[in-house]
């Protein structure tokens, strides 16, 4: 029979923080290297042919044997569905480029464009690592593919449909102080786009503690590979995820798919992890790349001008700066955080102190209050009244004064938290 021995996490992760640095430094961070990891492993499993017989193993035991693989080479074919239930951030962004995000005036190349299309939909990709130096990355078309490419200092992305690249040379010295603290200073890559199933797990399992419980609940096929399944959920009602599963390879600790569940049911949030995967060293070719002839290349400094700092899955994940969740950090003085772990909620002052109105004017038309109807669910508490902005994770709620209660967390959380602060 499939492994079912399990154990409440309840801080017992952190003596493992030393191991899950080590495990770290394998990571690329969520900058061109880690979007380049982006997809490694970012995949619904094939069907299986039975669940493997393995030897039983622990939460604590299967944790360790995360944090501390070394393993560094790989190749594959993933793929990565994602439902936040948002708008395709594909669509929008081409509805909003000068003549469409395939058109010769546009940035197609540009990883701060293009990266994010991960967040939402279903994704085919071929993805190749050798160390933290050396990924790549293709987003597949049915005629076309766009590539990212990380070698040493140099980043190059190409997109094969319009003919245009991208290209920045590192800071290393900010690059080694980056790779330490998760991430890279500076780079163009948004923030918090999806990286391996590797790097979501231990978002996760940072987090772990008194609110959240791990299990290990059978065994699994991914790829081929045999996998122990590492189940994480909130104990806390009132989250909107209601579990995260992780499956593990057996023989070398990584982790090959991740699922994340609403608490509400339905088709997940995440579904990520690997269809083929090859743990041999790829080809030294896979991350060379010189522009066809006639490319047009955009350099870094002149796209970086032009975007903002992005969010993604990362800021989903308990334990991320409940700051993000503010104007890109900004305006830290006039937020505060209610409640801990997976029901962490944000609260954040407006300036003005005013917010969207629940009802239209007595002198406006009718399509005014049926436009502020389709805003959002109308709600009503000791706080006064306000609007409650829903995805299949995230929620909002803006009262009329003009404050913002926001988190993974249902919209009867948030009404408890506003009038908790009133």
Same mark, same amino acid.
């Given at each position: 029979?499939?492994?079912n021995?399990s154990?409440e ?8 923080a ?16 880690g ?10 499993a ?19 044997k ?13 793929k ?31 990883p ?20 933290p130096?050396?990924q ?6 049915d005629?076309?593919e ?9 980043v ?11 290209h920045?040379?590192e ?8 790779? +330490?603290?998760? $991430? ?7 923030e918090?786009?999806?990286?391996? !199933?590797? =790097?979501? *797990?231990? /978002? ?6 008194p ?23 909130p ?13 593990v ?30 743990f041999?060293?790829?080809?030294a ?9 006639g ?5 870094? +400094?002149?796209? $970086?001008?032009?975007?903002?700092a ?7 994940? !308990?334990? =991320?700066? *409940?700051? /993000? ?19 962490t ?12 109105p ?6 406006a ?16 508490g000791?706080?006064?009244?306000g609007?409650v902005f ?33």
């Open positions: 029979m499939a492994p021995d154990a996490t309840n801080g017992g992760t952190r003596g493992t030393a191991g899950r640095r080590k495990a770290a430094r394998y990571i690329v961070p969520v900058a061109v290297a979007v380049a990891a982006a997809t490694i492993g970012l995949v619904p094939l069907a299986s042919s039975g669940d493997p017989d393995l030897p039983k193993i622990s939460a604590q035991e299967l944790i360790e995360i944090a501390a693989s070394d393993t560094e080479q790989l190749s594959g074919t993933v990565i569905s994602t439902d936040l239930g948002i708008p395709s951030l594909g669509g929008l962004a081409e509805s909003f480029a000068p003549g469409g995000a395939g058109g010769k005036g546009s940035s197609s190349a540009d701060q464009e293009r990266m994010t299309e991960l967040a939402s939909g279903t994704h085919t990709l071929r993805v190749a690592a050798d160390g130096d050396k790549r990355v293709s987003i597949l078309d005629t076309s766009y590539s990212l490419i990380h070698n040493g200092d140099q190059w992305a190409y997109d094969s449909k319009s003919d245009q690249a991208y920045a040379t800071d290393r010295a900010g690059q080694d102080a980056g790779r +330490d603290a998760g $991430k890279k200073s500076g780079h163009p890559v948004p918090g786009v999806p990286t391996t !199933p590797k =790097a979501l *797990a231990e /978002q996760v399992l940072k987090a772990a503690g609110t959240t419980s791990v299990t290990v609940d059978g065994t699994a096929q991914v790829a081929g590979r045999d996998a122990y399944k590492l189940v994480v959920k104990k806390q009602s009132g989250s909107t995820i209601g579990s995260v599963t992780v499956a390879d057996a023989e070398n600790g990584v982790p090959l798919k991740f699922t994340m569940l609403p608490s509400g049911g339905g088709k997940a949030i995440v579904d990520a992890g690997f269809t083929k995967v090859d041999a060293r790829p080809d070719s896979s991350f060379t790349f010189t522009p066809p002839k490319t047009e290349v955009t350099e870094a +400094d002149d796209a $970086k001008a032009q975007h903002g992005g969010k993604g899955l990362g800021d989903l994940i !308990p334990g =991320a700066d *409940a700051a /993000q969740l503010g104007a890109g950090g900004k305006g830290a003085e006039n937020m505060k955080t209610i409640g801990e772990g997976w029901s909620i944000t609260e954040i002052a407006t300036p003005g102190g005013t917010g969207i629940s009802k239209a004017s007595e002198d038309p009718a399509e005014a209050q049926q436009f502020l109807d389709a805003l959002g669910d109308k709600v009503t000791k706080f006064g009244s609007r829903k995805t299949r994770v995230v929620n909002a709620l803006m009262t009329d004064d003009g404050k913002v209660y926001v988190g993974a967390v249902t919209k009867d959380a948030l009404v408890k938290a506003a009038n908790s602060a009133s």
